[in-house]
């Protein structure tokens, strides 16, 4: 399918299309014509794409990580492991942000940004 139609069909523009190409998350044929030729389960793909996007994977790792799936004899549990690491890092940063928070929260009314507030 050419470009416009799996862009009609996923709800991506073309562009974005375009820029997964260059990024190697989507292969593309060039026909003879010079169009750009997509294989009908890149319309998969890109669902897998955007659903783990909004899940807070990165390109990169949806990039590593589809090739990995896409090898892996029982895909359900190579899920499971990726999204318990990503639910790990989730909680680092979750920590992370309530130090930050209370930082903020001591320097409140201090009238500098050095200094935190006696409370």
């Given amino acids: 399918m050419r470009i416009g139609e ?3 069909r ?10 997964y190409e260059k990024n190697g998350l989507v292969a593309g044929e060039r026909l003879a ?14 669902q ?3 659903t783990a996007q ?4 990165t390109l990169a790792e949806i990039a590593r990580t589809g090739e990995q799936l896409r090898d892996a004899p029982d895909s359900a549990a190579a899920l499971s492991k990726m999204f318990e690491e990503k639910l ?7 920590a992370e942000l309530a130090v930050l928070r209370e930082e903020l929260d001591a320097r409140v009314g201090s009238g500098c940004p050095l200094r935190a507030t006696a409370r």
């Fill in 6 to 8: 799996l862009a009609a």
């Fill in 54 to 57: 909004t899940l807070g994977f």
């Fill in 88 to 94: 790990r890092v989730v909680d680092e940063r979750m």
């Fill in 33 to 46: 014509n010079g169009y750009r030729d997509f294989a009908p389960e890149t319309v998969s793909w890109l």
């Fill in 48 to 50: 897998y794409v955007r």
């Fill in 10 to 19: 996923t709800g991506l523009s073309k562009d974005t299309i375009r820029f």
